[in-house]
Nanobody, 124 residues
Framework: QVQLVESGGGLVQAGGSLRLSCAAS????????MGWFRQAPGKEREFVSV????????DYADAVNGRFTVSRDNARNTVYLQMNSLKSEDTAKYYC?????????????????WGQGTQVTVSS
């Protein structure tokens, strides 16, 4: 069983920055691919970013590419999402997810464990 706890969300003005963190329980964090997803009210959940086990390979949705950066610290069992140049359309609840098979896909269905989410609100 893996528990994921997100933090770092909040209210920020357009153009500002936030850094989300996701702390994972367990000893096998380094073997998981870790993804970030978001869901805005009335919309479907969408992929934001993913990072492979080692952290060497990262993938981003087009909407955030160049503005968001994913990273991980396997010694601290934590994955981060640095969000810069935030826009009102980034407003959503952000979730981290663990893929224990390490597939590092954009599909939410391949992730076995999910956090409770952290709210990000960007005011224009």
């Amino acid at each position: 069983q893996v528990q994921l706890v997100e933090s770092g969300g909040g209210l920020v003005q357009a153009g500002g920055s936030l850094r989300l963190s996701c702390a994972a329980s367990g000893r096998s964090f380094g073997s998981y691919a870790m993804g970030w997803f978001r869901q805005a009210p009335g919309k479907e959940r969408e992929f934001v970013s993913v990072i492979t086990r080692s952290g060497r390979v990262k993938d981003y949705a087009d909407a955030v590419n160049g503005r968001f950066t994913v990273s991980r610290d396997n010694a601290r069992n934590t994955v981060y999402l640095q969000m810069n140049s935030l826009k009102s359309e980034d407003t959503a609840k952000y979730y981290c997810a663990a893929d224990v098979d390490g597939m590092a896909t954009r599909r939410g269905s391949t992730y076995e464990y999910w956090g409770q989410g952290t709210q990000v609100t960007v005011s224009s």
